[in-house]
């Protein structure tokens, strides 16, 4: 089981960058599709972004298109979540997981979980 553990985050003012960073460890992290999920509030994990195993294949929610953008370098076993000009509504706990699958779908399941980081955006 792929072992993961999540930096960056913090507390940024709308329109700033952050960059959250996820290392893998254990497990077969190069042959499975990646992704970022966020909770607001204690709801569900909802998920921002995802990739497949080669990064080739990206996938956004809605909202973030165009201001996010999900990389990962296999051979450092590293996940990578660019988040430029942050809106106060990207607020939440960011969740970097290992999906059950190399190329991610909408409904993806996910087998391993990072520990989270808060990302708070306010002016």
């Known amino acids: 089981q792929v072992q993961l553990i999540q930096s960056g985050g913090g507390s940024v003012q709308p329109g700033e960058s952050l960059t959250l960073s996820c290392a893998a460890s254990g497990g077969t992290f190069s042959s499975k599709a990646m992704g970022w999920l966020r909770q607001t509030s204690g709801g569900p994990r909802d998920p921002v972004a995802a990739i497949s195993w080669d990064g080739e294949r990206t996938m956004y929610t809605n909202s973030v298109k165009g201001r996010f953008f999900i990389s990962r370098d296999n051979q450092k076993s590293m996940l990578y979540l660019q988040m430029n000009n942050l809106k106060p509504e990207d607020t939440g706990v960011y969740y970097c997981?290992?999906?059950?699958?190399?190329?991610?779908?909408?409904?993806?399941?996910?087998?391993?979980w990072g520990q989270g980081t808060l990302v708070t955006v306010s002016s």
């Open positions: 997981a290992a999906g059950s699958q190399t190329i991610p779908s909408t409904a993806m399941p996910y087998v391993a």
